[in-house]
């Protein structure tokens, strides 16, 4: 059997049992439109170059397998001191009981199957719209899957800069579960939003975020991805940069069988800012642990920013990947742009796989990529353990101070010691 | 406090001896001090005592207050008291100076079943503390020895030192690096912390810095092992007339 045909098999298999939501006409024809792009491209396998140092198999099986529901014992419940909004999805369907009301000033916001079912509604320029065009130069199929068969999700329209945050949880209560969601957020001129997302969501989560920021708008995203350590998650975050816009987003995970993080990001308006920042906390101790953040940014603009920092710490197997791409176009002049990827391995048994790219057509611009891979410093661990610290304690401390600078990504003081916090629970709860 | 005896090391990785036989015994109280050329094994003495990897001791003990510090983990012995001012302390980006001393000070009172020390306790006592030795309290709050000069790493070093309240204080050539000015700022922050329930051996090239800490011995280290001891006329007998004279004496 050729490849193509496997593919083919494989797609429609996995296929066979699910149904595109009906809704407005529009709706309805981008949902069939990125069917016919999911067909056409076929799920993704090993054999693709995209997916050369992950494997979609568990992504991409008609059955959503199975994740045990994690114990969380009295982890102290992530942003519970920070006044938000809160939205709480369980296993991929909207909990109104557990959720506050849709009401919140200078931003509105709507679940994903009531807006697309409204004749006119300005998600019309968004849905699906952002994916399509991230799916040049590499085709992302799970992500036009998301968009034709997303059951769930919410609709974020900030027209002014919003008090407080927009928290999304997503809990995991039953074990064999598999959600398709999918966000839409607008930033107007001038606004500013804040969103948090956190939870591990279901046994199998497939995730797909399109954001637009328009002239001078502001977009912070926090999330974190862990608890369950059985769970897959596959997300997508397409965003689209406006002049003097900012999108800043940091994710950090921790357990999970796999997880991989794509985010393309456009650059279209001079002056704009992007940052994409992840922490991630694997230990192979239980199954397996794989995670991948996939990262391509395109600048197609004047004077425009770009910082990329991925840091992840990998102990008893766990794999670890990064592939990130910065590509300037012609008359992006004085574009700055970075990308360092860095890996911390407290084994030998764990390992490391980064395909850092440039790919720059403007000559006046700065732009660096670094990648690099090591142990724990011996030294370090010396000095701390001779001061009286354990070995256990002064390990963390040492995988903390690596993680530090992805996490001073995090701009909002209360957000980042609450990731901090989650953090210190997390190697906390590994000592035992 | 600190025993030593008959002390043998090797290197591990390598086949080569540094320590041959080294007897030394530190009273409570008293301040010790260990010259001897490059490569004699000053330093080695004080990382085997402080429990570094890489080398291994083939005979001999090491007692400290009746217990084998040999046998202890590098964090057991330091709750058990000893410390160890480094020649070149390490550079620890992304740590707080003030989070790692904070867990030191606590870990070590834990191992020892006392209990914790709170966070406001903590402050008042560091301030306290930074202030005589004149660290500002920026130094306090930046990664631990990151960006700091000279100066301000062996300054950091007694900081930790006066925190953390050992019994038995090892200073490796402290004096390495430091202005006269630095010098006595240190040397201060040691004679401060001298009372009859601490010992220190203070491992040093020159006998300026115990111009200012007054040895009450001066031992001579040679090819690993103690040749001579003395008082503090020792070490000036070596700053006027070099260690050729004691070694050809001993040779």
Redesign the interface.
């Known amino acids: 059997m050729g490849m193509a045909q496997a593919k083919k098999d494989l797609t429609e298999t996995r296929l066979a049992d699910l149904k595109r939501p009906d809704g407005a006409v529009w709706a309805n024809e981008a949902r069939a439109a990125a069917e016919a792009r999911l067909r056409l491209a076929g799920l993704p396998t090993r054999r693709d170059e995209y997916w050369k140092f992950t494997d979609p198999a568990t992504l991409t099986a008609a059955d959503a397998g199975q994740a045990a529901i994690f114990d969380a014992g009295d982890e102290v419940p992530l942003y519970d001191g920070i006044d938000r909004l809160k939205l709480v999805f369980v296993d991929g369907v909207f909990d109104a009981d557990a959720s506050d009301d849709l009401t919140l000033e200078g931003v509105e916001i709507e679940l994903l199957p009531e807006a697309l079912t409204k004749d006119i509604h300005w998600a019309k320029g968004l849905y699906g719209v952002l994916e399509e065009r991230g799916q040049t130069p590499v085709l992302r199929p799970l992500a036009a899957m998301n968009t034709a068969y997303a059951t769930a999700g919410v609709v974020i329209r900030a027209t002014a800069k919003v008090t407080k945050p927009i928290s999304l949880t997503y809990l995991h209560e039953a074990e064999t579960s598999d959600a398709i969601l999918h966000n839409l957020i607008r930033v107007e001129e001038g606004a500013e939003v804040t969103v948090l997302e956190n939870g591990p969501a279901a046994a199998r989560f497939n995730k797909c975020m399109e954001v637009e920021i328009a002239d001078g708008g502001s977009f912070h995203h926090v999330r974190a991805q862990g608890r369950d350590h059985e769970r897959r998650a596959m997300t997508h975050m397409f965003s689209r940069l406006g002049a003097r816009s900012t999108f800043k987003s940091f994710t950090l995970t921790a357990n999970g069988v796999l997880t991989r993080n794509e985010n393309i990001i456009e650059i279209t308006g001079d002056d704009a800012v992007a940052h994409v920042a992840g922490a991630a906390l694997g230990d192979g101790a239980n199954g397996a642990f794989h995670h991948d953040d996939t990262v391509f940014i395109t600048h197609d603009a004047e004077r425009c920013e770009s910082r990329q920092v991925f840091k992840k710490v990998l102990r008893n197997g766990a794999e670890g990947v990064f592939q990130g791409k910065i590509l300037v176009k012609q008359g992006a002049q004085k574009t700055d742009g970075y990308q360092l990827s860095q890996a911390l391995l407290l084994d030998e048994d764990s390992s490391f796989q980064a395909k850092p790219e440039l790919e720059i057509y403007a000559d006046d611009v700065i732009c660096s990529h670094g990648s690099t891979t090591g142990a724990i410093?011996?030294?370090?661990l010396?000095?701390?353990?001779?001061?009286?610290?354990?070995?256990d304690?002064?390990t963390d401390?040492?995988v903390?101070?690596?993680?530090?600078?992805a996490i001073e990504e995090i701009e909002d003081d209360r957000l980042r010691e609450d990731i901090l916090l989650r953090l210190h629970q997390w190697l906390e709860r590994r000592r035992g | 406090m600190l025993e030593i005896k008959n002390l043998h090391v090797s290197l591990e990785e390598e086949d080569k001896v540094i320590l041959k036989g080294v007897d030394l015994t530190v009273e409570t109280g008293k301040v010790h001090a260990i010259m001897g050329p490059n490569g004699s094994g000053k330093s080695t003495l004080s990382y085997v005592l402080s429990g570094r990897d890489g080398y291994e001791v083939t005979e001999g003990s090491a007692m400290l207050e009746g217990a084998d510090i040999l046998d202890m983990d590098p964090e057991e012995r330091a709750a058990a008291g000893l410390f160890l001012a480094f020649q070149y302390p390490v550079e620890i980006p992304g740590v707080g100076n003030m989070t790692f001393l904070r867990t030191a000070v606590n870990a070590q009172r834990k191992a020892r079943g006392e209990e914790e020390m709170s966070a406001a306790e903590f402050l008042k006592v560091i301030r306290a503390k930074a202030k005589a030795l004149k660290i500002d309290a920026d130094m306090l709050k930046r990664p631990v020895n990151v960006g700091f000069s000279g100066g301000e790493k062996k300054r950091n070093e007694i900081l930790q030192m006066a925190m953390l309240e050992p019994k038995m204080c090892i200073l490796d050539e402290t004096d390495s690096g430091l202005d006269v000015d630095a010098m006595k700022l240190v040397a201060e922050g040691v004679n401060a912390l001298r009372d009859a329930g601490r010992g220190f051996l203070v491992i040093t090239h020159y006998q300026r810095l115990l111009d200012h800490i007054k040895p009450d011995f001066v031992h001579i280290m040679a090819d690993g092992q103690i040749v001579r001891t003395g008082g503090p006329e020792l070490a000036l007998e070596v700053e006027q007339n070099g260690y050729a004279d004691i070694l050809a004496e001993v040779a």
């Open positions: 410093d011996e030294e370090g010396f000095y701390l353990r001779s001061r009286g610290v354990p070995e304690a002064a401390l040492l903390l101070a690596f993680l530090a600078e």
